[in-house]
């Protein structure tokens, strides 16, 4: 996975962390508490978005492998109906 999703997967565990603190303040919960719910579904928000963009980025990879072998395929379709077009008899 690219460091590039990996720090978007931190941001959105730390944005995921703010807002459990704001929550948590809302509600009159002590300190204490909320920064230790806060830290836990940082931890886990991050590691369930990794393993997600993991997933997507080898869905997508594959996706464009298959797209990239079918232009050549269609690539070489079309030169060997140009080439047998040129032959006589053909």
């Given at each position: 996975?690219?460091?590039?999703?990996?720090?978007?997967?931190?941001?959105?565990?730390?944005?995921?962390?703010?807002?459990?603190?704001?929550?948590?303040?809302?509600l009159?919960?002590?300190?204490?508490?909320?920064?230790?719910?806060?830290?836990?579904?940082?931890?886990?928000?991050?590691?369930v978005?990794?393993?997600?963009?993991?997933?997507?980025?080898?869905?997508?990879?594959?996706?464009?492998?298959?797209?990239?072998?079918?232009?050549?395929?269609?690539?070489?379709?079309?030169?060997?109906?140009?080439?047998?077009?040129?032959?006589?008899g053909?």
């Amino acid at each position: 996975m690219s460091n590039v999703l990996k720090q978007l997967s931190v941001a959105i565990g730390g944005l995921l962390f703010v807002v459990v603190l704001i929550v948590g303040f809302l509600l009159d919960i002590p300190l204490a508490v909320s920064v230790f719910r806060a830290t836990v579904v940082m931890c886990v928000g991050s590691i369930v978005v990794a393993l997600f963009f993991r997933f997507f980025a080898g869905v997508l990879y594959r996706f464009v492998a298959e797209q990239i072998l079918q232009q050549r395929k269609a690539k070489k379709d079309k030169v060997a109906g140009a080439k047998e077009a040129e032959l006589p008899g053909g």
